[in-house]
């Protein structure tokens, strides 16, 4: 059997046309909102995950969650707040940098 390599191609084309996956769609348009409604949007998603993480662990303490959903909250909370940090610290370090520049 030998294979074509348009029949790859195309095979390729249908697959990619096919699947849905979050964070792989076309981005055409530029995001809406300001700097403020980012950052607010990304605090507000970092606080909720904070927060499932620390409600999935009260839930294994009464026996009312999975043991596998417990360490994925709390490794998503884990995670969020690790970026964060980076971030917090990429930003201190940006405005020192600014900071040192001659006027």
Do not use: C, H, W
């Not at 995670?79 to 006027?103: C, E, F, G, S």
């Amino acid at each position: 059997m030998t294979l074509k390599s348009i029949d790859a191609v195309s095979a390729y084309a249908n697959t990619a046309a096919n699947a849905k996956n979050p964070g792989l769609e076309a981005r055409d348009k530029a995001p809406k909102g300001n700097f403020a409604e980012l950052v607010q949007n990304a605090a507000d998603a970092t606080v909720d995950s904070l927060r499932q993480g620390e409600q999935m662990a009260m839930k294994s303490l009464t026996g009312e969650a999975e043991l596998v959903d417990v360490v994925t909250a709390v490794t998503n909370a884990e995670l969020t707040l690790q970026t964060v940090t980076a971030v917090r610290d990429r930003v201190v370090q940006a405005y020192q940098d600014i900071l040192k520049m001659p006027i």
